[in-house]
């Protein structure tokens, strides 16, 4: 059964949520806690009569109510359940009511692939003892300017960190190089690092506070990036050799 349409009431955070004109491949994308596996939860719900996430109903049906409903249309079928939290269910197929949910399995078959992401958290540098706080808007101009001067290739680019001061550094030996200075806050040993221009301002397109702080270890090891306002966002940028 090809999904054209579907909706969903009560399901986790999902109140009420309706989709049309969706294709045989679809994306569901936004920020975490947003409803994107809730949604696949409610067609699992709908396919099998249970969550892949909990047995218990009112673990998945919402706060103070007393049923979810999830409906979905293809182009020759209708299929619909109401699930109530004792765990009762009404299953309707092109308007009949059904007894069994074998029926609504025969109509819908559905594969759950549970795949086992790496721990993320695992890259995440941890004890970094070196801060670096840095006006976000002078740091991306300033590094966008120096790295048109880097090596067309790796895209390096030194950053020089010394009492207060970043010096940002490239060269091209088929044409120049580009130094800038800034004033930053910093008061650590001096320490001297090289990264590809282009993955730290992609990391700078996606923050968007006034300021940067970096957090770093050794000349060598990966460096955490965060707008110092909202800390649950963590950036992590490895340095190169150049």
């Given at each position: 059964?090809?999904?054209?349409?579907?909706?969903?009431?009560?399901?986790?955070?999902?109140?009420?949520?309706?989709?049309?004109?969706?294709?045989?491949?679809?994306?569901?994308?936004?920020?975490?806690?947003?409803?994107?596996?809730?949604?696949?939860?409610?067609?699992?719900?709908?396919?099998?009569?249970?969550?892949?996430r909990?047995?218990?109903?009112?673990?998945?049906?919402?706060?103070?109510?007393?049923?979810?409903?999830?409906?979905?249309?293809?182009?020759?079928?209708?299929?619909?359940?109401?699930?109530?939290?004792?765990?009762?269910?009404?299953?309707?197929?092109?308007?009949?009511?059904?007894?069994?949910?074998g029926?609504?399995?025969?109509?819908?078959?559905?594969?759950?692939?549970?795949?086992?992401?790496?721990?993320?958290?695992?890259v995440?540098?941890?004890?970094?003892?070196?801060?670096?706080?840095?006006?976000?808007?002078?740091?991306?101009?300033?590094?966008?300017?120096?790295?048109?001067?880097?090596?067309?290739?790796?895209?390096?680019?030194?950053?020089?960190?010394?009492?207060?001061?970043?010096?940002?550094?490239?060269?091209?030996?088929?044409?120049?190089?580009?130094?800038?200075?800034?004033?930053?806050?910093?008061?650590?040993?001096?320490?001297?690092?090289?990264?590809?221009?282009?993955?730290?301002?992609?990391?700078?397109?996606?923050?968007?506070?006034?300021?940067?702080?970096m957090?770093?270890?050794?000349?060598?090891?990966?460096?955490?990036?965060?707008?110092?306002?909202?800390?649950d966002?963590?950036?992590?940028?490895?340095?190169?050799?150049?």
């Open positions: 059964m090809h999904i054209t349409r579907l909706n969903i009431q009560r399901v986790r955070n999902l109140k009420t949520v309706a989709l049309h004109e969706l294709q045989p491949f679809n994306v569901f994308y936004g920020q975490n806690g947003s409803g994107k596996t809730s949604i696949l939860e409610a067609i699992h719900l709908l396919a099998t009569g249970r969550s892949f909990t047995h218990i109903p009112k673990n998945y049906i919402q706060n103070n109510q007393s049923d979810a409903i999830v409906f979905a249309q293809s182009l020759t079928e209708k299929i619909g359940m109401q699930k109530l939290q004792s765990g009762e269910q009404l299953i309707k197929v092109n308007g009949d009511t059904v007894a069994t949910q029926q609504l399995a025969k109509i819908l078959p559905l594969q759950l692939i549970d795949g086992k992401f790496p721990d993320y958290r695992r995440i540098p941890r004890g970094g003892d070196k801060n670096v706080l840095i006006a976000h808007a002078v740091f991306k101009h300033s590094l966008q300017r120096v790295s048109i001067l880097s090596n067309e290739k790796l895209r390096g680019v030194f950053l020089n960190f010394a009492a207060d001061t970043l010096q940002l550094r490239a060269n091209n030996p088929e044409q120049d190089e580009a130094v800038e200075d800034l004033a930053i806050q910093y008061n650590n040993a001096p320490m001297e690092m090289s990264f590809n221009a282009q993955y730290i301002l992609e990391v700078l397109g996606a923050l968007d506070g006034d300021d940067v702080s957090t770093m270890t050794e000349a060598n090891q990966s460096v955490l990036v965060q707008d110092p306002a909202h800390q966002q963590t950036y992590v940028v490895m340095p190169m050799r150049v």
